[in-house]
């Protein structure tokens, strides 16, 4: 029997919805939809990291340096998963 999950997933930083995710257990599936309802698409970590480096290069110091060498070290940890790229509608993070 299918077991269905759905979640809003929220901002850390401002408490909007970011996207809703729909994980269906069996069989395994997780899907994602922006808060404009467009579909969300996984990437590799390894394409996520090389687009987190081209950020950190012209962040000054202070906490948008703080926030891409963060997300940086997260992507490391995870290499070999696909992840979402998620961002706040207002801007607040991502």
């Known amino acids: 029997m299918a077991r269905t999950i759905r ?3 929220t901002c850390p930083a401002c ?3 970011v996207a809703s995710a729909v994980y269906q257990r069996w069989p395994g599936a997780l899907t994602l939809t ?3 309802g ?3 698409v996984p990437m590799g970590s390894g394409l996520q990291r090389r687009l987190a480096e081209q950020e950190l290069a012209p962040a000054a110091p202070g906490a ?3 926030a891409a060498e963060a997300r940086l070290a997260f992507l490391d ?3 070999g998963e696909l ?3 998620l961002s706040c509608p207002a801007g607040t993070a991502r």
């Open 7 to 9: 979640k809003e997933l």
């Open 15 to 17: 408490g909007q919805i």
């Open 34 to 36: 922006s808060f404009d």
């Open 38 to 40: 467009r579909p969300l």
């Open 64 to 66: 948008q340096r703080s």
């Open 77 to 79: 940890r995870n290499l």
């Open 83 to 85: 992840t979402f790229d």
